[in-house]
């Protein structure tokens, strides 16, 4: 009898090397951007008491649990190079998403300690060094700005989480750069707060909106661009396939897509027929962003061995679980 089932993936080849060598580069660029950071985070305590800047001291203390965050993306982001073995079969890749998770967790913690301390010195103002204030800011733009630039375009959620960790102290550094020549000339400390209050939940929007990304992966929602109903319909409308169910459709890091689905088929086949049909499968899952997919091919008559429980919910067009 023939093999009824459908696979394809993208193990091997140039695809898996150009994915190997992105890896590499973000882990990487990760490795850079959490020494930069823990050595900068150094600088900016000694410097928050120097100017006797509560900005400053806040932003070390942010930058201190950025560290701990770059260094987790970091170490998850390696191990997610690892391919698949007898504990993991898809491979290692949603490992990446804990450094992810990890960070948004410590941005939200972070944002509220710099709220924090900012709201207080909204009704307290403290007068600060001024001069010290931007040579620190200057000196934190371009340290962290490095590290941006490093990180731009690196495909995967630990890259951008840790991107927005980085881009989050460009703007708090923007922020005490203009605080500090406002205060150079005019005497209004409340600026400080004003402008850190304002990026801190600017921030914050954006990092709850990455989290809502991760959280979809790690609970195995539809990936974003994949049309589930589309792919099939499209199987459906092959002449000798009857109808599909138990169709579902994951992704493993954000990037690499998941599809199984069981078709059920009319009529008698051959295994001529069977063969054009596998090919005629493959061609749609290919233009389908699907890394890897698995097809059950049911034979008239045959019962489906999986239960009615593990079903969706049907659309209007879709025939209803066997």
């Known amino acids: 009898m023939a093999d009824n089932r459908v696979n394809s993936g993208t193990r091997g080849g140039a695809g898996a090397e150009g994915h190997a060598h992105a890896h590499h580069d973000v882990s990487e660029s990760i490795r850079l951007a959490f020494f930069i950071n823990l050595f900068f985070t150094v600088l900016e305590i000694a410097g928050g008491i120097w100017t006797n800047s509560m900005a400053i001291l806040a932003d070390a203390v942010h930058d201190l649990g950025d560290s701990f965050a770059l260094g987790s993306a ?18 290692y890749r949603r490992f990446s998403l804990m450094g992810a998770l990890i960070s948004v967790i410590t941005l939200v913690v972070g944002a509220f300690v710099v709220l924090s301390e900012a709201i207080p010195r909204l009704f307290f103002p403290q007068p600060s060094h001024a001069p010290g204030m931007v040579a620190f800011a200057v000196v934190g733009i371009l340290v962290n700005g490095l590290a941006v630039l490093r990180l731009r375009g690196k495909e995967g959620m630990n890259a951008r989480i840790v991107a927005w960790h980085l881009l989050e102290d460009v703007l708090g550094w923007l922020a005490i750069l203009a605080t500090g020549i406002v205060l150079i000339f005019w005497e209004v400390p409340v600026l400080d707060a004003v402008l850190s209050i304002v990026i801190t939940f600017y921030v ?3 990092v709850l909106k990455g989290f809502r990304i991760t959280m979809n992966i790690f609970l195995q929602g539809v990936p974003r661009g994949v049309d589930l109903p589309g792919i099939e319909l499209e199987i459906r409308r092959i002449p000798g396939v009857a109808g599909t169910h138990h169709g579902h459709v994951w992704t493993l890091d954000g990037y690499h897509n998941v599809l199984t689905i069981h078709a059920t ?13 596998k090919d005629e499968i493959r061609r749609i899952i290919a233009g389908h962003d699907i890394a890897h997919s698995t097809v059950e091919l049911e034979l008239k008559g045959e019962e489906c061995r999986m239960s009615r429980g593990v079903c969706r919910r049907n659309g209007p067009e879709e025939p209803p679980c066997p």
Do not use: H
């Open 204 to 206: 914050l929007y954006n």
């Open 74 to 91: 970091w170490y998850f982001e390696r191990i997610s190079r690892r391919e698949g073995d007898e504990y993991f079969s898809y491979g």
């Open 265 to 277: 088929l009319e009529g008698e086949q051959t295994t001529d027929d069977l063969a054009c049909l």
